[in-house]
C-alpha cells in the first residue's frame, strides 16, 4: 500500500496553481464540433464550444467560472469529466473507450480523480466477488480465513489511500468529492441482512453536507441513487417498495437537513424522480412531512418547490380532485365539477406522445362500448397548435370531452395537476375524490375493472 502511494505522489507531485485553461487531444477526431458542459447535479448545460484541429486538439478558457465537474462533449456518446479548481487541465483519449484511454498530462485534481476513480471501480469489482464466498463458503476451511482477510483489507487499504489524500489535499476539490463517494467499512463477520442494516445506518457517516461546492458535480446524485438502490429490490411489490423508499427518504432529507442548500436540492431531486416513476405514496409523503426550508408563507413567495409540494398533497389518492375549468373546441370553458358522471377519468394528453397515441384507439373502445356511460372521459390537451389537436380530434372520432388551454405544460391545469409527461391520468368518483392514478393503459384497464366499468 505505502509503495502504490509514494509512486502516486511522485506523479502528482506540484502545487495547484491557478489557471484557465482546459486543452485535450481527441485522438483520430480532427475538424469537430467539441462542447464544454457545466455539471451542476444531474443536470448539465453547454457554456462553450470550439472545433478541434486536424490533430485533434482544441482549447477552452474558463473564465470567472466556478470551481467543479465539468463535461467535455464531441458526440452524443463521447465525452470526459474533468475537475476544474483553478489549474491548467491537459488530457488526451480517445473518441471512443473514454474510460480506458484517459490520459491527464496536466492536472493535480483529475489526476487524483483518475487514480481514485480507477483504484475504487477495482475494489468494487473484488467486493462484489468476494461477498458470496463470505456469504456461502464453509466457515471451517482455511480458504474462508484467506478471504475474510482480503475482504477486510480491500476496504482498509482503500480507506487509507483517501486518508492519506485528505492528508495532503485537503481541499482538492477531487478529494472532497471521494470522501463523499466513500462508503462505510463492513465487517466480514456480517450477515447479509447486517451488511445492509449497517449500510442503512452509516451510509452518510462521513458526508460533509456543508460544502455545496459539491453540487457542482454528480456526487450528491449519485449518493442518493446508491443509497435508494440499498432499499430497492425488484421482487418486491410496489406498495412494499414504496414502503421501504419512505424509509430512506425519511434518513436521507434528515442527514441532509444541516445544509439547507443540500437539503433543498436533495428534496427537488427526490420529487422529481419518484414524480416520474408514479411512486405515489412518496411522493404524498414527502409533501406531508418535508418542505422547502428557503420557502415562504406568504402564498405569492412561495417557492416552485414548494408550490409543488402542495400540489401533490391535493392531487393524492383519496383527495379530491382540483377543479379544472378549460376551453372545449369552440372556446366554451368546461368545469370539472359540473361533470355528472357516476366516475370520470381525467386525462392528459399530447398529439405529439407516441404513448398517447397508441392508447388513444383502445380508450375509445372501452369508452364506446359502455351500454350504459358509467364513465366520462375528460381530455385534457397539451398541445399548442390547435389545428394538430382539432385534427386528432377529427381523424380519431372522439366523442368524450376535449378540452385545452393550448399553452403545453405551462397552462393552468397542468400547472394544477403538476403534469411533466403525458399520458397522465385520474380515474375519479361521482364526488371527482381520486381513486386511481394509472400509469399505463393496462393499469387503467385493470382500475375500471376493479370499479366494473368495463363489460
Request: net charge positive; hydrophobic share 40%; aromatic share 12%.
Amino acid at each position: 500500500m505505502k509503495s502504490i502511494l509514494t509512486l502516486f505522489l511522485l506523479m502528482v507531485s506540484g502545487l495547484l496553481q491557478a489557471q484557465n485553461t482546459i486543452e485535450g487531444t481527441i485522438l483520430r477526431y480532427g475538424d469537430k464540433k467539441i462542447f464544454l458542459m457545466s455539471i451542476y447535479g444531474e443536470k448539465t448545460k453547454a457554456i462553450d464550444s470550439t472545433t478541434s484541429d486536424a490533430n485533434g486538439n482544441f482549447r477552452f478558457i474558463l473564465n470567472n467560472r466556478l470551481p467543479g465537474m465539468y463535461r467535455v462533449q464531441w458526440i452524443k456518446e463521447g465525452s470526459v469529466d474533468l475537475v476544474w479548481n483553478h489549474e491548467d487541465v491537459k488530457f488526451i483519449t480517445s473518441p471512443k473507450n473514454t474510460e480506458d484511454s484517459l490520459q491527464i498530462i496536466t492536472s493535480l485534481e483529475n489526476k487524483i480523480n483518475l487514480a481514485y476513480s480507477k483504484l475504487d471501480r477495482i475494489n468494487q469489482s473484488k467486493l462484489q466477488l468476494l461477498i458470496p464466498v463470505v456469504d456461502f463458503y464453509p466457515v471451517k476451511d482455511a480458504f474462508y480465513a484467506s478471504v475474510i482477510r482480503e475482504f477486510e483489507f480491500t476496504q482498509k487499504s482503500q480507506q487509507q489511500f483517501l486518508d492519506s489524500l485528505v492528508k495532503l489535499y485537503p481541499n482538492a476539490f477531487a478529494v472532497r468529492v471521494a470522501k463523499v463517494y466513500q462508503t462505510p467499512f463492513i465487517p466480514a463477520g456480517l450477515n447479509k441482512d447486517e451488511r445492509i442494516t449497517l449500510l442503512k445506518q452509516h451510509y452518510f457517516d462521513r458526508v460533509d453536507f456543508s460544502d455545496t461546492a459539491l453540487l457542482r458535480s454528480m456526487v450528491f446524485v449519485n449518493k442518493a441513487i446508491a443509497y435508494l438502490s440499498i432499499y430497492s429490490n425488484n421482487r418486491m411489490p410496489q406498495k412494499q417498495l414504496e414502503a421501504e423508499f419512505i424509509k430512506a427518504v425519511t434518513l436521507m432529507l434528515g442527514a441532509a437537513s444541516v445544509n439547507p442548500v443540500i437539503y433543498k436540492f436533495w428534496l427537488d431531486y427526490l420529487v422529481g424522480g419518484f414524480d416520474k416513476y408514479h411512486f405515489d405514496e412518496v411522493i404524498t409523503y414527502i409533501a406531508d412531512n418535508f418542505q422547502d426550508p428557503s420557502s415562504c408563507e406568504d402564498q405569492e413567495r412561495k417557492s416552485a418547490l414548494q408550490k409543488k409540494l402542495d400540489t401533490f398533497k391535493k392531487i393524492a389518492i383519496g383527495k379530491i380532485a382540483p377543479d379544472l375549468v378549460v376551453p372545449d373546441v369552440s372556446g366554451k370553458p368546461v368545469s370539472l365539477k359540473g361533470i355528472n358522471s357516476e366516475y370520470t377519468l381525467v386525462l392528459f394528453y399530447a398529439t405529439t406522445c407516441p404513448h398517447c397515441v397508441s392508447m388513444t384507439p383502445r380508450l375509445k373502445e372501452l369508452y364506446d362500448k359502455q351500454q350504459s356511460k358509467r364513465f366520462e372521459v375528460m381530455s385534457v390537451s397539451i398541445d399548442t397548435s390547435k389545428n394538430d389537436w382539432t385534427t386528432f380530434i377529427r381523424d380519431q372520432k372522439l366523442k368524450w370531452i376535449n378540452v385545452s388551454d393550448l399553452k403545453g405544460f405551462n397552462g393552468k391545469s397542468a400547472d394544477d395537476y403538476n403534469i411533466y409527461a403525458t399520458p397522465t391520468m385520474f380515474l375519479l368518483d361521482r364526488e371527482k375524490k381520486i381513486l386511481s392514478k394509472p400509469i399505463s393503459l393496462m393499469e387503467l384497464e385493470q382500475s375500471l375493472r376493479d370499479h366494473n366499468l368495463t363489460n
